[in-house]
Structures are given as structure tokens and as C-alpha cells.
């Protein structure tokens, strides 16, 4: 009986084990995806910058819209 109750011990342990080491390689994995959207948007996001800078050189604030 209590041979039997050890090896269900050793048997759910060795399973967590398993299960803990999946979860660790997801979450790394999740981390990686993070950073380097992150990278993405941070490069999207100067580019969007240096071309609302780039249009902006362009006018000058009291220009009249084309239509007038």
C-alpha cells in the first residue's frame, strides 16, 4: 500500500516536472516574440516620425490650402 502510494507521488512529480519545464520553454519563447515586436514597433514608430518630420519641412505655416 504504501509502496503504491510513493510510486503515484513519484509518478506525479516526475509529471509536473515535465510540465513545469514546457512551460518555461513557452514562456521564453513568448518573451523572445515580445522583444522583438517591440523592436518592430519602435523602428515603425520612427520611421513614422521622421515622415511626419520630412512632410512637415515642406510647408510653412501660414501657406494657403491649394484650393484657394
Same mark, same amino acid.
Given at each position: 500500500?504504501? &509502496? &503504491?502510494? =510513493? %510510486? @503515484?507521488?513519484? *509518478? #506525479?512529480? *516526475?509529471?509536473?516536472?515535465?510540465?513545469?519545464?514546457? =512551460? @518555461?520553454? !513557452? %514562456?521564453?519563447?513568448?518573451?523572445? #516574440? +515580445?522583444?522583438? +515586436?517591440?523592436?518592430?514597433? !519602435? *523602428? +515603425?514608430?520612427?520611421?513614422?516620425?521622421?515622415?511626419?518630420?520630412?512632410? @512637415?519641412?515642406?510647408?510653412?505655416? @501660414?501657406?494657403?490650402?491649394?484650393?484657394?
Amino acid at each position: 500500500m504504501i &509502496e &503504491e502510494r =510513493l %510510486v @503515484n507521488i513519484e *509518478t #506525479k512529480i *516526475t509529471f509536473q516536472e515535465d510540465l513545469i519545464e514546457e =512551460l @518555461n520553454k !513557452t %514562456v521564453y519563447q513568448q518573451q523572445q #516574440k +515580445l522583444d522583438r +515586436l517591440e523592436a518592430i514597433c !519602435t *523602428t +515603425l514608430s520612427r520611421h513614422i516620425q521622421s515622415l511626419a518630420e520630412a512632410g @512637415n519641412e515642406g510647408k510653412s505655416a @501660414n501657406e494657403r490650402p491649394p484650393h484657394y
